[in-house]
């Protein structure tokens, strides 16, 4: 290259930076600024809850409830569910998205051959004949490479990853998620069909008061409003039972339904066993470690530190940009030599690129990008402090809820005691009605709140698993160990 040429090349270079100055980014900053979960308070709100470093759930955290029919539920859910499905396609989109940034870094070399045979028209053909017939071959190569001076390239391939690592989160929280809604609907099919027994004995009791006021009736104890009323009775219980069954089946087609079943599959699951609910104990280290245990926060990080990176590649469209593109092969008519000197040729053409006006384009770019690194570190923030929120208000209610549940039994105990009493009294003819059908009441009552109390404890305990990330651990990800980016100016 001759010295001429390559002051030339200076010389376009240099323009090329002093016009860089043309467009500008200036003005243009983030406002996003990331929660530090040490100075979300939350000390009072878990004061006096055991702290213990087992706390922490396991990965097969379903199996403490002690039911083994579930923990194959569970497996098949995540198997078969669609959830899972849609969260796995949803991480090889953005496993594809990031193998596609990468390869856009890399240069690019084709190959081409070909054979035309034409003939020409009198119009077309120089010598004004028409007529003439010719064949052309051609055998080629091109390579184009742009040079990623700014790094702006590689910046793009990392918020690709970023993305893509993000989504693989994704998939283990829907993992999570689905265990957890799986666990929830099992619990739920338990206590559908406690509540289907409840409502079974219920109409027992019922049937039994019938007998004994037509007993009563034939004596002339009690009147035919009496009777009347123990018949209406009846009616109300059995219509409780027929609801109870419309819940119990509703209970079977929710949990097939997040197996990926048909509604005939949640007739096939046996009862399920009394749940046991897990210990009212939180990790010594919360808050600190919650935010590598939980996966909606390390996926929330990553997107972050993805838009942190786009923002860096979207500035270097600021800056002069520098391609090389070349070209070689041959080209002949037929009977010349295909490779002689005559038929050979390439070319070589460096460009450099410098944006100067384009109306406002790459600075409306960039704000976008801020703006989705502001939404980013909102939803981070947002997921912290969901966190330690469902953290702590699963955590209270268990507290207490065990007490609840002592005091119920108690009141339960005693209705059942008060039930046997006068219907014992009204079956001797010397009780009242009135008080009959105020005591059944009482103990139907007093059944189905701790029935509830009992699904309310596993629920929670079942949430507490899903709060405290369910076993998963982000520290195998490098990057779900730091702090989110820092603001960018």
């Not at 706390?55 to 409830?65: G, M, Q, T, Y």
């Not at 059942?416 to 105020?438: A, F, M």
């Amino acid at each position: 290259m001759s010295s001429k040429t390559l002051r030339a090349g200076l010389s376009m270079v240099l323009a090329a930076m002093t016009l860089a100055g043309c467009a500008s980014y200036s003005g243009l900053n983030t406002e996003g600024v990331s929660l530090d979960a040490k100075n979300l308070k939350a000390g009072q709100s878990l004061s006096g809850v055991t702290l213990s470093p087992a706390a922490w759930p396991k990965s097969d955290w379903w199996k403490s409830l002690g039911d083994p029919q579930l923990n194959g539920l569970i497996r098949e859910a995540l198997h078969d569910s669609p959830d899972m499905q849609i969260a796995d396609a949803r991480a090889h989109q953005a496993s594809a998205a990031a193998y596609a940034a990468d390869a856009a870094r890399m240069p690019t070399l084709d190959a081409s051959a070909g054979v035309s045979r034409s003939r020409l028209a009198r119009d077309q053909d120089p010598s004004g004949q028409g007529g003439t017939y010719s064949t052309v071959r051609n055998i080629g190569a091109s390579f184009n490479y742009n040079f990623d001076l700014w790094g702006g390239q590689r910046d793009a391939w990392e918020a690709a990853l970023g993305e893509a690592r993000a989504a693989e989160v994704d998939q283990q929280a829907a993992q999570l998620t689905l265990s957890a809604d799986v666990a929830r609907a099992y619990s739920d099919l338990g206590q559908a069909h406690i509540v289907y027994d409840l409502a079974n004995e219920d109409l027992k009791r019922t049937k039994q008061m019938l007998e004994l006021s037509q007993r009563r009736l034939s004596s002339g104890i009690d009147s035919q409003y009496q009777f009347q009323q123990t018949e209406s009775l009846e009616a109300s219980s059995e219509a409780s039972l027929i609801d109870a069954e419309k819940r119990l089946q509703s209970a079977k087609i929710a949990l097939a339904v997040l197996l990926g079943k048909g509604p005939d599959r949640g007739n096939e699951i046996a009862r399920p066993k009394i749940l046991q609910a897990s210990a009212v104990a939180l990790p010594s280290v919360l808050p600190a470690e919650l935010l590598g245990r939980r996966p909606d926060l390390v996926a929330a990080r990553w997107r972050v530190e993805a838009a942190s990176k786009n923002i860096a590649a979207g500035k270097t469209q600021f800056y002069p940009n520098l391609n090389l593109s070349a070209a070689a092969g041959a080209e002949s008519l037929l009977g010349d030599a295909m490779f002689g000197s005559a038929s050979r040729f390439f070319n070589v053409a460096p460009t450099i690129s410098v944006p100067i006006f384009d109306g406002g384009r790459l600075r409306a770019d960039l704000d976008s990008r801020d703006a989705d690194y502001d939404l980013a570190v909102a939803q981070y923030n947002k997921s912290l402090v969901k966190a330690l929120g469902d953290v702590s208000d699963t955590i209270n209610q268990l507290r207490d809820i065990g007490r609840q549940i002592g005091a119920q039994q108690h009141a339960t105990d005693i209705a059942q005691d008060s039930y046997n009493t006068v219907v014992q009294r009204y079956g001797s003819g010397i009780g009242n009605y009135l008080d009959v059908l105020s005591i059944e009441q009482q103990l139907l009552q007093a059944q189905r709140q701790l029935a509830n109390l009992n699904a309310e404890q596993i629920d929670l305990s079942i949430q507490l698993m899903q709060a405290l990330g369910g076993g998963f651990q982000g520290e195998t990800l490098t990057a779900a160990n730091a702090l989110p980016a820092t603001q960018h100016n």
